[in-house]
């Protein structure tokens, strides 16, 4: 029986799709499902299959003994929150009244369908020369690692894609497809707006101000973050030095920015898009990782993991002059009934 890749798979309708062998769980390489977590269609699967260690196995934030008051971060499921206008979406978080924000960065995986679902490849595919490593799109190991290498344009004709799927299908589902009936609902995807996105991450990791929280590394996670890494060391090495890491209990920013920190840590390429407490609404990586696009152009938000830490803040803002290994996006979407006076 299939392994379900959320904590809380919801289909379009918001009601919760139960298994025996339900996983509990953030999608990850090893364990990515059986839906998208964009448009909540079938994934098509990865031509190479993953025997690594789960993504969101590796690193453990902890709130005890953080130096500021943490509530316990709260994943949340692919449905947006009941209330306001908007039905259940997969992948997005209401914030607004009328809008919401995904809850991570777009991944690979998510770009993957879009290529897929048809068009030029050529056309969709991230640019090679503008990725971090040679193989980040390709291989499974980084599926749900932030895409990059994309342009901003590129960024928004897969949210035109996407607000078309999601519309078809919600509409599908609710059992109204006719585009003239009143019930009719319209999704619409675009990239956020500054002042959007600085709402959205505005709600602090963990329901604290911290920066820093009490971190323990999987020792049974080495050989991952050797590749993570790019580090040469030896496996056998670099978990007898992460247990020797954990022994010290160390603070770590829960924000992927260039940072001092030990080498089995370092970042040789953005994150995993649901690493560490996301915000108090659900938000996560929404500073750090890969610096954001909005729809002003010419600048992003949040900072890359190729940033100081001073690029990382609400209030920053980065340059775009391109595709690049270090800038990503994720969506904004609103809902609206086109044929309701």
């Known amino acids: 029986m299939p392994r379900f890749s959320r904590r809380l798979l919801v289909v379009l309708t918001g009601l919760p799709l139960l298994s025996a062998c339900f996983r509990i769980g953030p999608p990850s390489s090893a364990f990515n499902g059986l839906y998208s977590t964009s448009t909540g269609t079938r994934l098509q699967p990865h031509p190479i299959d993953y025997n690594g260690f789960p993504d969101d196995r590796v690193l453990y934030f902890s709130s005890r003994g953080a130096a500021c008051p943490v509530a316990k971060p709260k994943f949340q499921s692919t449905a ?60 499974p190991f980084y599926l749900y690692y932030p895409v990059v290498g994309i342009s ?8 035109r894609w996407r607000s078309r799927v999601v519309t078809r299908e919600i509409n599908k589902d609710l059992h109204h497809p006719d585009s003239l ?18 709402q ?35 496996v056998a ?43 108090a609404q659900g938000l996560y990586q929404a500073l750090g990782n890969v610096a ?7 600048i992003t938000k949040g900072g890359s993991y190729q940033d100081p830490l001073a690029a990382c ?24 009934y086109p044929n309701r006076k």
């Open 152 to 159: 901003r344009e590129q960024a928004a004709e897969f949210c």
């Open 237 to 279: 090495c670099i978990s007898a030095d992460i247990k020797a890491y954990n022994a010290t209990q160390p603070l770590r920013s829960i924000i992927n920015y260039d940072q001092a920190e030990p080498y089995f840590l370092r970042l040789a390429t953005p994150g995993y898009v649901y690493q560490g407490p996301s915000n």
């Open 313 to 336: 803040t609400l209030k920053a803002r980065g340059s775009y002059r391109g595709p690049a290994p270090t800038v990503g996006f994720r969506c904004v979407c609103t809902v609206s």
């Open 181 to 198: 009936s009143t019930d009719y609902v319209r999704c619409t995807y675009r990239l956020p707006t500054e002042a959007e996105w600085e």
């Open 200 to 234: 959205a991450a505005a709600l602090s990791a963990g329901g604290s101000t911290c920066l820093e929280m009490p971190l323990r590394v999987e020792p049974r996670a080495a050989a991952y973050l050797q590749r993570r890494s790019g580090s040469r060391t030896d």
């Open 80 to 139: 947006m929150q009941s209330g306001g206008r908007l039905p259940s979406l997969p992948g997005i978080l209401l914030i607004g009244a009328d809008w919401g924000i995904d809850e991570a960065e777009i991944p690979n995986q998510e770009w993957r369908q879009y290529e897929l679902a048809g068009g030029s490849a050529a056309a969709r595919a991230p640019r090679p020369e503008a990725l971090p490593q040679s193989d980040y799109y390709t291989d």
């Open 292 to 298: 954001e696009l909005v729809q002003e152009p010419g």
